[in-house]
């Protein structure tokens, strides 16, 4: 057995380069047989409590299987990513935020995860802010950053890396929830100064409240003129389920009018490449419009909106716009000053449909 080390440490527990490791012998078949179990480059008050855990098995000459190294939060996100490619649409921003959230959190373990070290994290995040436009952080932005991180635990857990999450009561940031629809002379303005095909996008957008994403990964052969409907499949959507988007006339003969590239499948291309990226274009346009607070996929609202005025069933609405949740579909749905007083409007046509009813009933006694 070995002998207290010379510089001070425990029986059986030694250090090197390496780090710590424990050093004891046991018999095998009649052999005193010298083991070495690292432990590696933690910290010593971890060291001594593993070595106290397992005092009396080196004392009876057990063997020791090496320490498994607690999972780290890079561990986990790793992990994750792996899953998000091989699952997820939105792989990229996952792993943007990811290279953020391992830069800060290190070779943290993930049991030492917990809500403090956690809101320390948002309120930090929430301080830088928005570094290429030096902004504020909105509470939506933190509340995705959050789920993600929740999202990279719950995974973990279910890996065998941890054995509960320390970070599931973390309440999320009251959000305000965008509901800025067009009047039709901004939607009418708006156009005026859309080039070609960005008018195109804003109508499809508008009228059948089809992705930003969905519209410019559109390819040819999803799109059936005679039928008057674009199929989207699983790959082509954000939830990943296939759906069908149905034209009007007027959109149908816009999209047949799109000039072809030959040899790319995408609908919309310049100068023959498919069209990536439309953010300065459309500010531009809505810029010289004069209109005010107003992003692309606002028109998304747009048309879930405007549906529902028309009198369309919810269940319908969703099915062409793609909402998984009817309460994600909710945050939608304006309901605005015309919908209260249209409201109002039906309530009095009721009254009085039921007190000219009741008159008549009187009056036929």
């Not at 941890?162 to 929830?177: A, D, H, T």
Request: hydrophobic share 35%; charged share 30%; with cysteine.
């Amino acid at each position: 057995m070995s002998a207290p080390n010379v510089h001070g440490l425990p029986q059986y527990l030694r250090k090197d380069d390496a780090g710590y490791y424990l050093d004891y012998s046991l018999r095998e078949e009649g052999k005193r047989v010298r083991k070495r179990v690292r432990l590696g480059q933690i910290p010593y008050v971890q060291a001594k409590k593993i070595l106290a855990e397992h005092a009396k098995e080196i004392a009876a000459g057990k063997f020791l299987a090496k320490e498994k190294p607690e999972a780290t939060f890079a561990d986990a996100a790793n992990s994750f990513l792996a899953y998000s490619q091989a699952r997820k649409k939105t792989f990229r921003h996952d792993n943007f935020i990811i290279k953020r959230l391992k830069a800060y959190f290190g070779d943290r373990t993930l049991k030492s995860l917990n809500a403090d070290v956690l809101e320390l994290y948002l309120s930090e995040r929430r301080k830088v802010g928005h570094l290429k436009f030096s902004q504020p952080l909105s509470n939506s932005t933190l509340n995705g950053e959050l789920r993600l991180i929740k999202s990279i635990v719950n995974r973990a857990i279910s890996n065998g890396l941890l054995e509960k999450s320390l970070i599931k009561n973390v309440r999320g940031f009251k959000e305000v929830v965008r509901d800025r629809t067009l009047t039709q002379e901004e939607y009418e303005t708006l156009l005026s100064y859309c080039p070609p095909r960005l008018a195109i996008m804003v109508q499809l957008a508008y009228w059948t409240g089809m992705r930003r994403g969905e519209i410019l990964g559109l390819r040819w052969d999803q799109v059936d003129l005679k039928n008057k409907v674009i199929t989207l499949e699983a790959s082509d959507t954000k939830t990943q389920e296939k759906r069908e988007v149905p034209l009007t006339e007027e959109l149908t003969g816009l999209v047949q009018r799109t000039p072809r590239t030959l040899g790319n499948p995408y609908v919309f291309t310049y100068q023959g490449k498919r069209v990536k990226n439309i953010k300065t274009v459309f500010w531009r346009a809505v810029r010289t419009a004069g209109i005010k607070d107003f992003r692309f996929h606002d028109l998304r609202h747009c048309a879930v909106t405007n549906l529902r005025k028309a009198g369309v069933n919810d269940s319908v609405i969703m099915s062409i716009s793609g909402h998984k949740t009817y309460a994600m579909f909710k945050r939608y749905n304006r309901i605005d000053r015309e919908d209260r007083l249209e409201a109002l409007k039906r309530l009095i046509q009721f009254k009085d449909r039921n007190r000219t009813a009741a008159e008549n009933e009187v009056g036929s006694k």
